[in-house]
Structures are given as structure tokens and as C-alpha cells.
């Protein structure tokens, strides 16, 4: 199942050190495995990102796949992120909420943060 945590840039980074990303009550689980679905589900993760945020700053979701609904705190390697997607740029607080995420592959983690 697919699994997207909001997060920030700034926790994302302590969470790339760290080698694990933690489950928050934040967290959104795709209906199904549909891709209307997984971009529903992307998008409210979005949604808490920006939230996170607080004001100007550049929304970050974590994609996860997992065998089953996580828990809140649970810790997750970093193995299991299947792609993370961002903002190319910081927002105004007052940006388009439905504005799409840039998709970035595990790899490029380091030099998205």
C-alpha cells in the first residue's frame, strides 16, 4: 500500500540523516491502488505540508510503500520511501493549493535538500 507523509524540507533532512522517516498522524494511505487515488491521497498530504509550513517554504511528501496501514511513530527505513515530492520552489502562503508536486526519485534526496 502506499503511504505519503507531509513533511518539510528542514525534517526531511534530519530524517535522511537519521536513515528512517517517522510516521505522523498526518499520514495518508491511498483508497486503493488506483491513480486517481494515490493523487488524491498525494495531494491532502500536500495540503498538510503546507500546513506544517506555517507560511512561505516549499511543500515535501514522502511516498512509502508498506505491506500494511502504518501506526503512528512508527519509524520506517529509508528503503521503503519509493519517491519524495516537492515544491521546485518556495510558495507564497496564499499559492494554489492544487498546484502539482515535482516528483523526485530516492537518489535525488541529497540534492533536493
Given at each position: 500500500?502506499?503511504?505519503?507523509?507531509?513533511?518539510?524540507?528542514?525534517?526531511?533532512?534530519?530524517?535522511?540523516?537519521?536513515?528512517?522517516?517517522?510516521?505522523?498522524?498526518?499520514?495518508?494511505v491511498?483508497?486503493?491502488?488506483?491513480?486517481?487515488?494515490?493523487?488524491?491521497a498525494?495531494?491532502?498530504?500536500?495540503d498538510?505540508?503546507?500546513?506544517?509550513l506555517?507560511?512561505p517554504?516549499?511543500?515535501?511528501?514522502?511516498a512509502?510503500?508498506?505491506?500494511r496501514?502504518?501506526?503512528?511513530g512508527?519509524?520506517i527505513?529509508?528503503?521503503?520511501?519509493?519517491?519524495?515530492?516537492a515544491?521546485?520552489?518556495?510558495?507564497?502562503?496564499?499559492?494554489?493549493?492544487?498546484?502539482?508536486?515535482?516528483?523526485?526519485?530516492?537518489?535525488e534526496v541529497?540534492?533536493l535538500?
Amino acid at each position: 500500500m502506499r503511504v505519503y507523509l507531509p513533511t518539510t524540507l528542514a525534517l526531511l533532512a534530519e530524517q535522511h540523516a537519521d536513515g528512517a522517516v517517522v510516521v505522523t498522524e498526518e499520514a495518508v494511505v491511498a483508497e486503493d491502488d488506483s491513480e486517481e487515488a494515490e493523487y488524491a491521497a498525494l495531494m491532502t498530504a500536500a495540503d498538510s505540508s503546507a500546513a506544517l509550513l506555517g507560511g512561505p517554504g516549499r511543500r515535501v511528501v514522502v511516498a512509502v510503500e508498506l505491506d500494511r496501514e502504518p501506526e503512528t511513530g512508527w519509524t520506517i527505513p529509508l528503503r521503503r520511501v519509493v519517491a519524495v515530492h516537492a515544491d521546485v520552489a518556495d510558495r507564497p502562503v496564499d499559492a494554489d493549493p492544487d498546484e502539482d508536486l515535482a516528483w523526485f526519485a530516492t537518489q535525488e534526496v541529497p540534492d533536493l535538500l
